[in-house]
């Protein structure tokens, strides 16, 4: 079921976005959501999990908590203000069992993408809703699995070229021009596989709101 639209004319609430992903912009304008982007800055690398649910839910959590660490909050716990909400996110990539991140190199990417070809790969998101008003924080998982048909080396080679693999977790670009004809199936919502699940963020604003 589609995520429902909050009309931003009647947006009860002011929401920072604490990414500067591209995509992530992208999901929250399309729910129709209008917001300010804040960015945590944080060394994802020096935070370390085994497990990819743990890793992505400290992840988004030090995120929110780097970005809230800048804020002066008794700004936004003014009477008759409206509630401010600040949402952060992370999102990893597993395959055959192992984390992919960001690839740092070409030869990291690569490695990554031509595993993918003629396989499958899980995607662990995390998201992460804090009240900035109340202080409530609310979270939860969202998981999806993309299968591919097999990826023509030259195709990788492109897409390395392009170097936005770099910026995405796993290198894994759903939506690419270059690698959609080559995405068998999605199980579950291809936003998620982006960066973040619009259900998802829609239940939690909502519960991050009442009371």
Request: net charge negative; no cysteine; hydrophobic share 40%.
């Amino acid at each position: 079921m589609a995520a429902a639209s909050i009309p931003a004319s009647s947006q009860p609430f002011k929401l920072i976005l604490g990414s500067s992903s591209v995509a992530r912009k992208h999901i929250l304008t399309e729910m129709g959501l209008e917001f300010e982007v804040m960015t945590a800055d944080i060394d994802e690398k020096s935070i370390r999990r085994e497990n990819p649910d743990e890793l992505v839910t400290v992840l988004a959590e030090a995120k929110a908590d780097a970005i809230m660490s800048r804020l002066n909050i008794s700004d936004y716990q003014k009477e008759g203000d409206r509630p401010t909400l600040l949402i952060t996110s992370d999102i990893v990539v597993v395959h055959e069992g192992i984390i992919r991140e960001k690839p740092t190199t070409k030869e990291e990417a690569r490695q990554f993408l031509k595993g993918y070809s003629g396989s499958h790969v899980s995607t662990v998101g995390s998201v992460v809703v804090t009240n900035l008003t109340t202080g409530k924080r609310l979270e939860s998982l969202d998981k999806a699995e993309v299968y591919f048909h097999d990826i023509p080396d030259e195709i990788i080679e492109n897409l390395i070229d392009e170097r936005v693999v770099f910026r995405v977790a796993g290198g894994l670009l759903l939506e690419h021009p270059l690698t959609l004809p080559f995405v068998e199936a999605v199980v579950g919502s291809s936003d998620s596989v982006m960066g973040i699940s619009k259900d998802l963020a829609n239940k939690l604003i909502q519960d991050a709101l009442s009371a």
